[in-house]
Each structure stands twice: as structure tokens, then as C-alpha cells.
């Protein structure tokens, strides 16, 4: 058997689909080899990604299931619901995954911070993931800083989450699902998203989101 990485990947250039594979990388790195070419206008972003035993035939029965959305049979695109392909994806790796201490899977959560938070988020953050094992649950967050001749300076941190609550006692469980956990931290109040991972939004801005949710001001 084969270990490896079954991700789920998504590009605002093709909306409405979604790409299903394997990689024995990291899906990050396959996301960001598989942007760099000319004919793709935007880069692909990992959504879902697990870390899984026997991954070819875990895909091989995925795409069976799929096959009826698959947009080319020479492809591993498909024509499906990003959340669905993450369930069904789940559904066939937790047998997998379920007694395995170095498993793990992520949620990438960037775009629904942006959608929060607008422009407050630090442009060098490239990544950020709701990152969950068995035994805990972390916020994992990537920044790029370029350093000229396509030089590139990558900082991944992973913070856990188990410090934080979301005020109503409720702490992040990796016993819960991840999909859970995600919805948990994403309607944390504004102030734990900021103490939550220092570089997360501009200095400034930080400052501001914090005072306005603890203390009521922007000063």
C-alpha cells in the first residue's frame, strides 16, 4: 500500500468544478506546480485535503463514484458540490484514517476571513487551514515572502486551538468534525481570530479589530 495525500481543488477560473487527485507532496506544493502553467489564468487553491494509506485506490474509487460528473475522462476535474466532494472524500478515507496516529486532514478557511475581514488580512498571509488529528485541533496559517528572483521565503505555523473557546464553553474537539470545528472558529468574536495567530492581519488593523470587539473603540 501506498501512502499519501487525496486533496480536493478548487480555481475561481472554473467555477463549478473541482479537482480530485493524489500527490505524494505536499498538496500545497502540487496546487502551486499545477498553477504555474500559462494556460491557467488564476492559481489553484487547496479546499480539502487528508492525509490517507493505499491513496491510488481510495482515488480509483472516488472517481468510479464521481464518474457521472467528471467533465473529461482524461481529467480529474469534476462538475460537483465543493462540500460534498469533501464529505464524500471523508466518507471513503476514514476507514483509513480512523486508528492512524499521523493522520490528518484541513480545511482551508482564507477566503470565507476575507470575506469577513475584507483588506485587514496581512497580504503575505498565502494559506490558512483549520489543521485536525486525532489529538488536536490547530490553526494552521501560511505566509509567503518574496525575495526577489522568483525567490520565495515560506513560513507555515501551526497554533493550537485548544486554548481557545467560543465563549459559551465549548472548546475545538478533534473528536468533532472538522467541518464543525471550521464552523465553530469561523463564528469565534473578531478579538480570538486576532490572538489566535499574531501575523494573521496587518499590525494596524489588529489593533483595531481587537480594541472595537473587547473594548468597543478603534483607538
Known amino acids: 500500500m501506498s501512502n499519501g495525500y ?3 481543488l478548487i ?5 463549478g468544478l473541482i479537482k480530485i487527485g493524489i500527490t505524494s507532496i505536499s498538496p500545497t506544493e502540487r496546487a502551486r506546480n499545477l498553477s504555474s502553467s500559462t494556460a491557467v489564468p488564476t492559481p489553484f487553491k487547496v479546499a480539502y485535503e487528508v492525509f490517507v494509506e493505499n491513496c491510488k485506490e ?3 474509487k472516488i472517481h468510479t463514484h ?3 460528473f467528471r467533465v473529461n475522462q482524461r481529467r480529474e476535474f469534476f462538475n460537483y458540490p465543493l462540500n460534498k466532494a469533501i464529505e464524500l472524500v471523508q466518507s471513503y478515507s476514514k476507514k483509513e484514517t480512523s486508528n492512524k496516529e499521523d493522520s490528518y486532514e484541513s480545511i482551508e478557511i482564507l477566503d470565507d476571513l476575507k470575506e469577513k475581514y ?3 488580512i496581512n497580504k503575505n498571509v498565502t494559506s490558512v487551514k483549520l489543521y485536525q488529528t486525532k489529538e488536536r485541533v490547530s490553526l494552521e496559517v ?5 525575495l526577489g528572483n522568483d525567490l520565495l521565503d515560506q ?3 501551526r497554533t493550537d486551538l485548544g486554548f481557545i473557546g467560543n465563549g459559551n464553553g465549548k472548546t475545538f474537539d478533534p473528536r468533532d468534525s472538522i467541518q464543525s470545528n471550521v464552523e465553530m472558529f469561523l463564528n469565534c468574536s473578531p478579538a480570538t481570530h486576532v490572538v489566535s495567530y499574531s501575523n ?3 499590525e494596524e488593523q489588529a489593533e483595531r479589530i481587537y480594541n472595537e470587539d473587547v473594548f468597543g473603540y478603534s483607538e
Open 6 to 8: 487525496l486533496y480536493v
Open 11 to 15: 480555481n475561481e477560473s472554473m467555477k
Open 58 to 60: 481510495l482515488e480509483r
Open 66 to 68: 464521481l464518474e457521472d
Open 118 to 120: 475584507s483588506s485587514s
Open 142 to 146: 501560511t505566509c509567503d515572502y518574496k
Open 155 to 157: 513560513v507555515i505555523r
Open 200 to 202: 494573521l492581519f496587518t
